[in-house]
């Protein structure tokens, strides 16, 4: 059976991570296994965890009670779910659900951001690659936002 | 004095042909293709990447890409999405209706070029109809061809065209198809997110690679520096730029492109050439 250290040098978010880096925020870390229509979970709540996906897939949705349900985002294998727990008030600002079984490596925000706190080179090292995952799906949103393929005005 | 008639004149470039509309399939809400035969029985041959000027009577004309299979010998094929006046005449046109046809113009995707290594294909929404007859070109001689991947996104899983083909390409051609949405409903098992997105994941070796991409410009342009930063050399990178085309044959200068015109050096170009050039206005 792998080890969570293990299982995380599959994600990409982890490449380029020092093992002693990883192994210190395996600490935090377990695995967790949803099936499909499982949420990870729910805008408005608590932000207290986040999500490294190792196999399955995920929707990022936001309920509109004009247009229902919109799935705004995917998750991936070795794609991260989830950056509220880093962020003040610490609440997710979407749903995250499960669309087909999948398994994950679930993170302990807080004692993240405890172990973060104490050791600010490590914070830096995650906050960089936080900060990718960010950039990357900012990016993305502002090219969904422009809606390329709408009708011309 | 006895009149007499005179040899027709040399095909004109400005005359269209008459074609009937022999079969109409509604492919999305507001995107229709159209199975056009010759009235005079002569085929159009046609390479793929190029487009025709097809003429509503009485309204007027558009460019459109020919979307049908350059492989097979069978009608003369366009998508087309109703965007305005002509192409609501032409997305409406019923079986037995006579358009007009101008073409076939412009470069074409040039798939022999891409032989002996991987091929990217990136779509973006009605995008993927230019690039249909490349695929189709591809699939029929899929062995001269290393790794070929379709990346493809649309709007919502309902605007997805040729759902029938993207499963062919796939199924029967050895086609890695990957397909992503910009909004999608829960229902949607698939990906959500811009096509550049798909990218990382896909199994291509850069420097081997000849990426064929259409879409609007932003998703041509986002695409091209995202496989350029994989190390996709730009002079493979190949676009098609369909700016304001009218007369399709280089006289009037509506689709001027700086020192191009892209009706006859275009659509397809390398973006090596274009690159510059992304950023200049359509008038």
New interface residues.
Partial sequence: MRTIPELLTDS?FFHGLDKAVIDLVAGCATTARFDAGDMLFRAGQSADTFFVIRHG?V???LRNPSR???????V?DGEVAGWSWLIPPYLWMFDA?A??PTSAVAFDGACLRGKCDRDPALGYALMRQVSQVMY?RL??AR??M???????T | MTATRTAPPPADPMLPRPFRVTRSHLDTDDTVTLSLEPLDGEPLDFAAGQFTMLHAFGIGEVPISISGDPTWPGPLTHTIRDVGSVTHALVTAQVGEVVGVRGPYGTGWATDAAAGGDVLLAAGGIGLAPLRPALWEIADRREDFGRVVLLYGARSPADVLFAHDLGRWADEHAIDVEITVDYAPPTWRGRVGPVTKLISRAGFDPPNTTALICGPEVMMTLTANALRGRGVPTDRLRLSMERNMKCGVGLCGHCQLREFFLCVDGPVLSYDRLAPLMDVWEF
């Fill in positions: 990409p897939r929707a990022v949705e229902g349900t919109i799935t705004l985002d995917t991936h659900r669309i087909e990357e990016q993305a090219v969904q422009l809606d390329l393929y709408g009708a011309p």
